[in-house]
């Protein structure tokens, strides 16, 4: 099951998103890191320094895309320019599979930069899947969607954010980033069991899955990437694993980001979960 | 409601600038109360009503695009002042919202924007307009595309006037009122210097920046913006290199070129060819020539 037709059938372990204060890090010491996560975005530039640092983290490390501002949801076409430096940055990671958000963030040619709310409904949901294929027969490329966190909630939803997310994926016949740390966040906030989610969406579709730290208000959860993971999100993805199998995990860290050997070490802790799934399929 | 109508109406309120306490405006955009406009379309909780839920991503959208600003801008901020530079920034961005993919291109059409806005700058507009000029100047060259230069030994047999030099993507060519290229690799190491400060210090900071933009005096210069090993630098040059690489630029011939570019000089007929010749060897040498 983790090596499947979503994820390039590979057989990646834990990542760590790669971020610009590590690069010093990675490119002196070259720590051991089983695969980096990059933001699409930031490299679907014409040159300079953030492609040649990517050239040197190519060199040695095995690299999968994340993208933040594909905005499947939209319901307005794909940019052609976005699309365009994408395949090109595509070309260049060679990828085994890309990602980027279950969401909405343009509307009219505006752009808001954020990870907005869809509506689960059934016409969005047959306008976001037809999205992806577009941009997938395009990329020639696997693509997978990630659940995102969310602060509001449509009149006009008509099913669960589980049900929508599979009612996409199976109409786009895709994968999905399972982001564990997004559901917990989204749990507290819209009052519903998060293993409900785990345990609705259809295993074999998991590509990859996210791990994070958020921060809690009074009244609300901020999915802030700039914490460690807390235990009940540990266990979400101990669940997550026990329905998927082993399979690519990556630790997102974006704010206040610590030292690489801190964000690593978080990121190791997954290891538990992912060998007590390897010991269980050699038992 | 449509998806597309929901996305819309979503949206407007998200982009509708804040208040002065950073809330959400009680006026929705279509002039209606913001209450009922968030909950014609958003459901509340039993923690937060509809109003307070659309508030999150209409904060956040703000602080998203404000903070872009304040990365991409230092020496335009040190101009005008954080609280000017911060309700200038609110202004453009009400205009001119983000039409890309990248915040990266956020700040795009500023130059022209303050241009047609000279009010945010008042007396200080020729030094606004020219900061944000090389300010948006950095971010082409630090991330524009180079091609393989060509070294002075690639150019010893381009004599010939027909000849069309290439320079590469990534160089940009100004021409300044204010020599604000001092003014804003002055801003930048206060930043670096500042980053862990205490209030005090920061004060003092501010107080050195408006003293450092107040003694500023106009003075016309000419800039490139060029890389070396990925690191963008200012370099100031003669007004009659600006000219041959605006020329060259332009697509002018090599020869043609060079006679615009010396049409007005003031340099000894006789030192012409000897300036010229060392010119494009400096060029040259710091890569600025590729192939056609």
């Known amino acids: ?283 | 409601m449509k998806l597309h109508a929901l996305q819309r109406t979503m949206a407007r309120a998200v982009m509708q600038p804040l208040t002065r306490s950073e809330r959400m405006q009680q006026t929705a955009p279509d002039g209606k109360p913001m209450r009922s406009y968030a909950a014609r379309i958003i459901k509340p909780n039993d923690r937060l009503t509809s109003f307070e839920r659309l508030e999150i991503y209409n904060r956040q959208y703000w602080f998203r695009v404000l903070s872009s600003m304040i990365e991409d801008f230092p020496g335009l901020r040190a101009v005008l002042g954080e609280r000017r530079f911060e309700e200038m920034s609110k202004a453009y961005i009400t205009d001119c919202p983000s039409r890309s993919f990248t915040l990266r291109n956020l700040g795009a059409r500023l130059e022209s924007w303050l241009r047609k806005h000279p009010n945010w700058a008042g007396a200080k507009q020729d030094l606004a307009v020219d900061i944000t000029r090389l300010e948006w100047a950095d971010i082409e060259a630090f991330d524009g595309r180079d091609e393989p230069s060509l070294g002075p030994e690639d150019l010893s047999g381009a004599a010939d006037a027909d000849v069309q030099l290439k320079l590469q993507p990534y160089l940009q060519l100004l021409s300044l009122k204010y020599p604000v290229d001092d003014l804003l690799l002055e801003v930048r190491q206060d930043d670096e210097d500042t980053d862990f400060a205490s209030n005090a210090f920061q004060e003092k900071r501010k107080r050195k920046r408006v003293q450092a933009v107040a003694k500023l005096k106009p003075q016309p210069i000419f800039l490139a913006v060029h890389r070396i090993d990925d690191s963008v630098y200012f370099r100031r040059i003669e007004a009659e290199e600006y000219r041959i690489l605006k020329a060259l630029h332009a697509g002018k011939p090599l020869g043609e070129a060079i006679e615009l570019g010396l049409r007005k000089t003031a340099i000894a007929r006789e030192e012409r060819a000897a300036a010229v010749q060392q010119w494009f060897q400096n060029w040259a040498a710091l890569g600025w020539f590729c192939k056609l």
């Open chain 1, 1 to 283: 099951m983790p090596a499947n037709r979503f994820n390039g059938f590979t057989e990646y372990g834990i990542g760590i998103g790669l971020r610009a204060p590590h690069y010093n890090h990675i490119l002196t010491r070259k720590p051991v890191c089983d695969w980096f996560e990059i933001i699409s975005e930031n490299f679907m530039i014409d040159g300079g320094r953030p492609l040649h640092i990517l050239d040197q983290i190519l060199e040695q490390y095995k690299v999968v895309q994340h993208g933040v501002s594909m905005y499947f949801g939209s319901a307005e076409k794909a940019n052609r320019e976005h699309l365009r430096r994408l395949k090109e940055l595509v070309k260049r990671t060679k990828t085994p599979w890309l990602s980027d958000h279950l969401c909405w963030g343009s509307v009219d040619g505006r752009y808001t930069h954020d990870l907005l709310p869809m509506p689960y409904t059934f016409e969005a949901a047959k306008l976001t899947a037809q999205k992806v294929r577009e941009v997938r027969d395009f990329l020639e490329v696997p693509l997978a969607v990630e659940n995102v966190s969310s602060y509001a909630e449509f009149h006009v939803s008509e099913m669960t954010e589980w049900d929508f997310l599979n009612e996409v994926v199976e109409r786009a016949d895709c994968g999905i980033l399972l982001d564990v740390n997004n559901i917990y966040v989204s749990s507290q906030n819209h009052s519903f069991n998060p293993f409900d989610y785990v345990n609705g969406v259809p295993a074999e579709r998991v590509a990859q899955i996210h791990i994070a730290g958020h921060s809690k208000y009074r009244k609300y959860i901020l999915d802030t990437h700039d914490h460690p993971v807390i235990d009940p999100v540990w266990k979400l993805y101990e669940r997550a694993i026990q329905r998927v199998g082993h399979t690519a995990t990556l630790l997102e860290w974006d704010d206040s980001i610590p030292s690489f050997q801190e964000v690593h070490d978080e990121a190791m802790k997954a290891d538990r979960f992912l060998s007590a799934t390897l010991l269980a399929t050699a038992v």
